[in-house]
């Protein structure tokens, strides 16, 4: 199990910023408490700013909380490096060289995880599979598309088999094929009993996947739970709404 508690973070504002909010610092995390489970996808929601990134980036030790802590079956991810490697975070700057192929890409970045040889091959064909990018594996990267870009670097981010598969908004800027194709990745993923946590701004998406769903506004947990329990059969994207805007429903 996954689980942040209490998470605390803020940020140095620079000299303009300091002048405008009129302090050095902004809180952006507020002590955020949340656990995900193995075998489901939890959906992390909230308007830009919310601390939606922030929150994934701390949950992967790629940045250091301020106050809490983050765990995997009990284990400090910044601490142990085998809670660490439980975990597999694809962003915005899940970046791969360019000037490489897809498949150069990923060998490099499997070396790093350990994985060589046969076994090695084994996975990056399995990914490619998965996520229906086995036709363009010679292709540099410099030369793909948006969605040919997402599928390698997603894949990428979870070529050591994590436990724990984090994905920051997957499918923004996709068509409607690329999209698709990652939300079915997505479902396969928890069919073979791997958590994942992701953050979207598309409600289908959310109600066709997400078992759970954190509700982030302003640093702070609102909601944590299931869908049911947050809108009771209503409209998801109109509850939010009235939610965050401190309306009734």
Known sequence: MLTANNIHKA???NKKEQKL?????????KGVSFNCKPGTVTG????NGAGKTTTLRTLTGAISADKGNVTLDGLDVHTNKQAALGLG??????????????LANLEFFGGLYGLKGANLTARVNELAD?????????????????????KAAIARAILHDPQIIILDEPTTGLDVMASANIIDFIRQQ??????????????????????????LHKG???????????CGGKDLARTITHVLSDKPV
Not at 21 to 29: E, F, N, R, S
Not at 130 to 150: C, I, N, P, W
């Open 11 to 13: 940020y140095r504002l």
């Open 21 to 29: 909010q009129h302090a050095k610092h902004i809180q952006v995390l």
């Open 44 to 47: 992390l929601l909230g308007v």
């Open 89 to 102: 975070f694809h962003s915005a700057s899940t970046a791969l060289y360019k000037r490489l192929s897809v």
């Open 130 to 150: 998965r996520l229906g990018f086995a036709h363009y594996l010679e292709k540099r990267v410099k030369d793909l598309s948006t969605g040919m870009l997402q």
């Open 190 to 215: 928890k069919e073979l009993g791997k958590t994942i946590l992701f953050s979207t701004h598309n409600m289908h998406e959310v109600e066709s996947l997400c078992d759970s769903i954190v509700v």
């Open 220 to 230: 702070v947990v609102h909601f944590d739970g299931t869908l049911e329990d947050f």
